[in-house]
């Protein structure tokens, strides 16, 4: 109930506060080709319920008929206007309206599609027990998730194999220790990663210490060294198809 409360107080006052760059957001993307600025985005959120997550669109119209969900940085489907955004995360900002209307929280494991879903373990399923997140430890560790994936030639794959293992890790720590306080944590250190990645990232990793986790998912999340396929929580197996 706390949490719900927080939840509409922050959107609300993000939204009220957010609305100048909001409205200017969606007429520079709306000029550049004349469609809807936004793009309602299918995502698994709790209990395995699909909703429609709101997001600015970065891409060019129907890019989705491609059938690649996972996005690299030099994707050819990005706008000009889109890396942009998406560079600040602002394609993320329309998200406000899920978490006011209930589809979402603000801090929260971040919403999959459906194929990835599928393919949880039953260790990940637990995932789907809180409503999905704008941001969580995952969000800050893997911002850079578009250069992570960069000249990729199956996409989707190198992300179930590089990124989901230690992003749903993530998530099910933030699960075990959810509280308000982690929820005001996360939100500052999504807030200055803007500022300075760095310092973002030694905070997450402060934090997973106090938590006690696993020295290599510490490791992991320094992001000092590149990442290397790894298993999904729950499963001794590399993703090798979805």
Same mark, same amino acid.
């Given at each position: 109930? /706390? $949490?719900?409360?927080?939840?509409?107080?922050?959107?609300?006052?993000?939204?009220?506060?957010?609305? +100048?760059?909001?409205?200017?957001? =969606?007429?520079i993307?709306?000029m550049?080709?004349?469609?809807s *600025?936004f793009?309602?985005?299918?995502?698994?959120?709790?209990?395995? !319920? /699909? &909703?429609?997550?709101?997001? &600015?669109?970065?891409?060019? =119209?129907?890019?989705?008929?491609?059938?690649?969900?996972?996005?690299?940085?030099?994707?050819?489907?990005?706008?000009?206007?889109?890396?942009?955004?998406?560079?600040? $995360?602002?394609?993320?900002? +329309?998200?406000? &309206?899920?978490?006011?209307?209930?589809?979402?929280?603000?801090?929260?494991?971040? *919403?999959?599609? !459906? %194929?990835?879903?599928? @393919?949880?373990?039953?260790?990940?399923? @637990?995932?789907?027990?809180? %409503? #999905?997140?704008?941001?969580?430890?995952?969000?800050?560790?893997?911002?850079?998730?578009?250069?992570?994936?960069?000249?990729?030639?199956? *996409?989707? @794959?190198?992300?179930?194999?590089?990124? %989901? *293992?230690?992003?749903? %890790?993530?998530g099910l720590?933030?699960?075990?220790?959810?509280?308000?306080?982690?929820?005001?944590?996360?939100?500052?250190?999504? /807030?200055?990663?803007? &500022?300075?990645?760095?310092?973002?990232? !030694?905070?997450?990793?402060?934090?997973?210490?106090?938590?006690?986790?696993?020295?290599?998912? @510490?490791?992991?999340?320094?992001r000092?060294h $590149?990442?290397?396929?790894? #298993? #999904?929580?729950?499963?001794?197996?590399?993703?090798?198809?979805?």
């Amino acid at each position: 109930m /706390i $949490k719900r409360s927080f939840d509409i107080i922050v959107s609300l006052t993000g939204l009220l506060f957010l609305l +100048p760059i909001i409205i200017l957001l =969606m007429i520079i993307i709306w000029m550049q080709d004349f469609h809807s *600025p936004f793009y309602m985005a299918p995502r698994v959120g709790k209990g395995g !319920k /699909i &909703f429609k997550m709101i997001k &600015f669109r970065s891409m060019v =119209m129907n890019a989705d008929l491609s059938g690649v969900d996972s996005t690299s940085r030099n994707d050819p489907r990005i706008t000009l206007i889109g890396h942009f955004i998406r560079s600040y $995360k602002l394609d993320e900002l +329309p998200q406000l &309206f899920n978490v006011l209307i209930g589809d979402m929280s603000f801090v929260g494991p971040r *919403p999959n599609v !459906k %194929r990835d879903i599928d @393919i949880y373990t039953n260790v990940e399923k @637990i995932l789907l027990d809180l %409503r #999905p997140g704008i941001t969580d430890f995952a969000s800050i560790v893997f911002s850079d998730e578009g250069v992570i994936l960069q000249n990729s030639s199956n *996409p989707d @794959i190198d992300y179930n194999q590089l990124i %989901r *293992p230690w992003k749903s %890790r993530l998530g099910l720590v933030y699960v075990a220790n959810k509280s308000l306080s982690l929820d005001i944590r996360l939100i500052i250190l999504t /807030i200055g990663a803007i &500022f300075s990645t760095e310092r973002a990232l !030694k905070g997450v990793c402060n934090i997973l210490v106090q938590f006690g986790v696993d020295q290599l998912l @510490i490791e992991v999340s320094k992001r000092n060294h $590149k990442l290397s396929p790894y #298993p #999904p929580p729950g499963s001794n197996e590399i993703v090798l198809s979805r």
